[in-house]
């Protein structure tokens, strides 16, 4: 397999050529690869629920397309006439971006797309304002660990899933279900030997903001917590 240098970057894979109209990827496909533009033009769209196709941006030689932070596309890409892409390791997208200001941006971008249709799609196909209480109870929490000398990012493992499933008046499954949507938005992550942790306290913030609701207040007993590890 030919190895070539993009940018001081080793490719581990062959230069690309795509013709006209086919895909470079799909949304649901794995991520595989980044993928710079060498020449032609990409079209970067996403197709909603209805079957209609909203057009994200046409890349265009330099640009890097692929990345994000989901483990598979959201969205789709498609040759608009023939080009090459450089199909790049994903472990290059640290460097890349550290020493290119350009692809940093692109990158910042995809991961707001990528937040955006993650959260339109459990918006459109779970009970939302459950888990906008759900976000609102962890910055509760969170504040009170920052009000008390404690890492706010860390909801350690004393809270008991049983009664915050019981105090946001939803199951433990259904709590177990929106911990595991809450990570896939990358809000929120296992934290060995404490519970879980806010990954993006920012991003949460803005979740749980989304609802008029006041903050759910974090004053449940100390021997009743424990959430994470359901």
């Known amino acids: 397999m030919p190895v070539f240098v ?19 990827f799909e949304a649901g496909d ?50 608009v006439v023939d080009s090459k892409v450089s199909c790049l390791d994903l472990d290059d997208i640290d460097r890349l971006t550290a020493e290119d200001a350009r692809a940093k941006a692109r990158f910042d971008d995809a991961v707001e797309r990528e937040f955006k249709l993650r959260r339109d799609y459990i918006a459109n196909t779970g009970s939302p304002r459950q888990l906008v209480q759900l976000a609102a109870f962890l910055i ?10 404690r890492d706010p990012d860390l909801i350690d493992d004393t809270l008991e899933c049983a009664v915050v499933a019981g105090y946001l008046g939803v199951s433990v499954e259904r709590l177990a279900q929106m911990l595991i949507e809450l990570e896939e ?10 519970g879980l942790r ?33």
Do not use: W
């Open 6 to 24: 993009v940018d001081n970057l080793v490719a581990d894979t062959r230069l690309r050529t795509i013709q006209r109209n086919e895909m470079l």
């Open 30 to 79: 794995l991520k595989s690869h980044v993928y710079r533009i060498e020449t032609g033009a990409i079209c970067i769209y996403v197709t909603h629920p209805n079957k209609t196709r909203e057009i994200i941006e046409f890349a265009l030689a330099g640009d890097l397309v692929g990345m994000g932070f989901l483990e598979r596309h959201a969205m789709a890409a498609r040759a």
């Open 140 to 149: 509760a929490v969170a504040h009170q660990n920052e009000s008390e000398g």
């Open 185 to 194: 938005l990358g809000l929120v992550e296992a934290a060995p030997d404490h």
């Open 198 to 230: 806010i990954a993006d306290m920012e991003r949460l913030e803005a979740l749980s903001d989304e609802i008029s609701d006041p903050l759910l207040q974090s004053d449940l007993p100390d021997a009743q917590r424990m959430l994470p590890g359901c």
